[in-house]
């Protein structure tokens, strides 16, 4: 499953709908509802995944799921339950919001069994959330996770914008797949338009894309090494990621790709010499990377950190739907560029890279595996970058529509659903980040491992709260 | 671990001078000086997400890379804010996050700076005021520097750091006038 998402009948007739991903194409459920107290069968029995987006959906829309758990999910104190911030703003004052959540954790019982709260801010330079361990000595026996406190009323800010800004508001969902969701954004809407983009613009978005994935494989590389008590390994790699923006922002204008993808194209047609540079930069790094990975492989401490970290064997992937990166670590097969290639990947399609072992290990494995693929993959793109525009004009029909924009970002497929109405504004903008599935799966990859693995393990899969808050 | 030496003793050191369009940045030494003319010893930074997208602190972690080393410059990012000078704080202020910033100001010492990162931390840049989000950490906070941006640059980041101590610099001075 690939994201589950209401449409409150207040703003025109309702529909519950999910979207699943059946071989290489989408395949889009939806069922109407008539009324905000009517309940729709749940999904979770079949996609353990969708319980959080049901109780999420159940707190912005007001529909409820038929489902055993309806603890509220990206709702703490900013509206009251009775409210719904996508059918009706909420009348609450500038003060609300500043009472404290109570929420009701699971509570575990047993003899020698405490609770080690932690969070929303946590030690290092790392986004809010809350965890709370229940352990027996150091060994943890479960962990919940408290997300949504960096809720920042996304969805409904989109139907505030123009649907040509919106772009804007999707490269800030999630700052570190800013390329992935404006592209998903962009792909939804030239879906409205029925929009052919200029060949020239999707093979630098596609060059953008890879981009990214290098910039945040080479920032969690570094930092994996860190949290394995490695430090050469954060300056190592944190020096290649900065020349890598600055490379970036010497072609593209923009370290992180703000703003770069646009509605009908790109926003920068770079020149001949500065794409040759971004090649150089990229062969260099690819060469320094495969040094720091034997360094890597040989060093003790770090093998003995890695492996059998954190697991999520392929059978538990499965039934979570673990996705994108942490997926293939545990043998899932996807990889949309090359399961269900758009321009510019059916022209150039990666190999995916396949781990088995489902450990912290297996995910590092990945993103060394990932970043050879991308960079050969970037400089093929860079090396027969077609000539032409890099922008076309895109006018909205006159008809309420939905489009699904799908992009396979650094951490996994990010999905935006666009809804227009027939005065050509937006009645909906439903936005899913990969984390929704692989937040639970950090949940059970903890079990049984020590506390003071817990920063290794949760980086190795290094997943959003921005773009999950929403 | 000769690989590993090899490494280090073939890329040297790649830390470059503080940014030179600013001059109140340019000498290292006169600005660690600074830093312990103030404060006696390391500026100590708690950073908070109060929303952000990320990006804002994809750039600050880019301030402890070899380039810009800021540790070199004697600013440390510390992990309680019991031990800090200065809270550097990002994001337009989800209301999920009002209780966690204000309790984490509570804690910082006193006397303490506060500088609030990019154009969602300055004005709520594109999520602005909403049902979610107070929009500016200044509605929240008293705010010493504001630095703008989407994100803001390493450079652009350093700079507000450096002006929040300067300004903290004078108004000690005027009141020992
Ligand atoms: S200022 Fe820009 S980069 Fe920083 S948190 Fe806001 S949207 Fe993200």
Same mark, same amino acid.
């Given at each position: 499953m690939l994201s589950l998402w209401v449409t409150p009948p207040d703003v025109g007739s309702g529909a519950v709908h999910a979207a699943l991903l059946v071989d290489s194409a989408v395949l889009l459920l939806e069922q109407e509802i008539r009324d905000g107290s009517e309940r729709y069968q749940g999904l979770q029995e079949l996609f353990p995944a969708a319980a959080r987006m049901q109780r999420a959906a159940?707190?912005?829309?007001?529909?409820?799921?038929?489902?055993p758990d309806q603890r509220p999910w990206l709702r703490h104190t900013a509206w009251t339950s009775d409210e719904a911030p996508l059918a009706r703003a909420p009348t609450s004052g500038p003060e609300s919001g500043s009472a404290v959540d109570d929420y009701s954790f699971v509570r575990v019982a047993g003899d020698g069994v405490h609770e080690i709260p932690v969070g929303p801010v946590h030690a290092g330079i790392i986004e809010p959330g809350h965890f709370r361990f229940s352990v027996v000595g150091e060994k943890v026996l479960r962990l919940e996770e408290r997300l949504?406190?960096?809720?920042k009323g996304v969805e409904r800010r989109?139907?505030?914008l123009d649907p040509l800004e919106g772009h804007r508001l999707a490269a800030r969902i999630c700052g570190d797949s800013t390329v992935a969701y404006s592209w998903a954004y962009?792909?939804?809407l030239e879906a409205l338009a029925g929009l052919q983009v200029p060949v020239r613009a999707t093979w630098l978005r596609g060059i953008c894309l890879e981009v990214e994935r290098l910039q945040n494989h080479l920032g969690d590389l570094g930092a994996l090494g860190n949290d394995a008590g490695f430090a050469f390994g954060l300056a190592q790699f944190s020096r290649l990621k900065e020349e890598l923006l600055r490379v970036t922002e010497s072609v593209f204008g923009q370290r992180y790709l703000m703003d770069v993808v646009v509605p009908g194209g790109v926003a920068i047609d770079p020149s001949a010499d500065v794409i040759a540079r971004l090649s150089s930069v990229l062969r260099d790094i690819a060469a320094r990377v495969r040094l720091l990975r034997d360094i890597y492989d040989d060093h003790s401490g770090i093998?003995?950190?890695?492996?059998?970290?954190?697991?999520?064997?392929?059978?538990?992937?499965?039934q979570l739907g673990l996705t994108g990166l942490a997926g293939r670590a545990s043998l899932q097969l996807r990889d949309l560029r090359a399961d269900a290639p758009w321009s510019p990947y059916h022209a150039l399609t990666p190999t995916p890279c396949i781990r088995r072992e489902g450990d912290v290990a297996a995910r590092v494995a990945v993103r060394f595996d990932e970043v050879a693929e991308s960079s050969r993959l970037t400089r093929a793109f860079l090396s027969d970058l077609p000539d032409g525009p890099v922008t076309a004009p895109l006018a909205l029909p006159r008809e309420p529509r939905l489009a699904?924009?799908?992009?396979?970002?650094?951490r996994g497929p990010v999905l935006v659903a666009l809804e227009i109405t027939a005065a050509g504004r937006i009645r909906r903008c439903h936005v899913h980040d990969p984390s929704w599935q692989n937040w639970p799966a950090l949940e059970h990859a903890i079990i049984s491992n020590i506390v003071p693995d817990f920063p290794l393990i949760n980086k190795s899969f290094n997943l959003s709260y921005s773009g999950h808050d929403l | 671990m000769i690989k590993t030496l090899r490494t280090i003793v073939g890329i040297g050191i790649v830390s470059e001078l503080p940014p030179a369009q600013d001059d109140t940045l340019r000498v290292r030494e006169a600005l660690q000086q600074e830093v312990l003319s103030v404060l006696g010893r /390391?500026?100590?930074i708690r950073h908070v997400d109060a929303g952000s997208c990320n990006a804002c602190e994809l750039e600050i972690h880019a301030l402890n890379n070899?380039?810009?080393?800021?540790?070199?410059?004697?600013?440390?990012?510390? /992990?309680?804010p019991r031990h800090a000078d200065m809270l550097l704080v990002t994001g337009p202020v989800s209301r999920h996050m009002l209780t966690a910033l204000r309790r984490t100001y509570d804690a910082t010492p006193d006397p303490k700076l506060v500088v609030a990162v990019g154009d969602c931390g300055c004005n709520g840049g594109i999520f602005g005021t909403s049902y979610a989000t107070v929009g500016s950490v200044s509605a929240v906070l008293p705010v010493d520097v504001a630095v703008p941006g989407c994100p803001p640059s390493p450079v652009r980041l350093l700079q507000g750091i450096l002006t929040a101590i300067r300004q903290s610099v004078g108004d000690r001075t005027l009141k020992a006038l």
């Open positions: 159940a707190d912005l829309c007001g529909v409820r799921a038929d489902a949504g406190y960096v809720h989109f139907t505030e962009c792909q939804a093998r003995d950190r890695f492996a059998g970290a954190g697991v999520v064997t392929p059978e538990l992937a499965r699904i924009g799908l992009i396979e970002g650094w | /390391a500026l100590c070899p380039i810009y080393n800021i540790e070199g410059l004697g600013i440390r990012f510390v /992990a309680s």
